[in-house]
Nanobody
Framework: VQLQASGGGLAQAGGSLRLSCAAS????????MGWFRQAPGKEREFVAA????????YYADSVKGRFTISRDNAKNTVYLQMNSLKPEDTAVYYC????????????????WGQGTQVTVSS
């Protein structure tokens, strides 16, 4: 599976951005999909994950209620809608695919996209 993240950019605090992650291959619907982020000088951290069917989602406490993960298996795409953005959301955002059960641990994910930069100004 090859992943291509897009949609990053510059936003003001309180604004919104929508990230997309397009996957190649015909088995996209079999993968759990996740979003992680890495801020400058910090380790990469879990943001959100969604089950293969879209029926289950998980969020980091720091984004719960502000971010929404969704997927369209017909389009081989997973999305991250980010609302009420804060300067601390500034990071490179990565999408990832996990062939096993839904999880929040980076090591569980098998495939990674190249990352897209999100910058939130105060």
């Amino acid at each position: 599976v090859q992943l291509q993240a897009s949609g990053g950019g510059l936003a003001q605090a309180g604004g919104s951005l929508r990230l997309s992650c397009a996957a190649s291959g015909r088995t996209f619907s079999r993968y759990v999909m996740g979003w992680f982020r890495q801020a400058p000088g910090k380790e990469r951290e879990f943001v959100a994950a969604i089950s293969w069917s879209g029926g289950s989602t998980y969020y980091a406490d720091s984004v719960k209620g502000r971010f929404t993960i969704s997927r369209d298996n017909a389009k081989n795409t997973v999305y991250l809608q980010m609302n009420s953005l804060k300067p601390e959301d500034t990071a490179v955002y990565y999408c990832a695919a996990d062939s096993n059960t839904i999880g929040t641990i980076e090591l569980e994910y098998d495939y990674w996209g190249q990352g897209t930069q999100v910058t939130v100004s105060s």
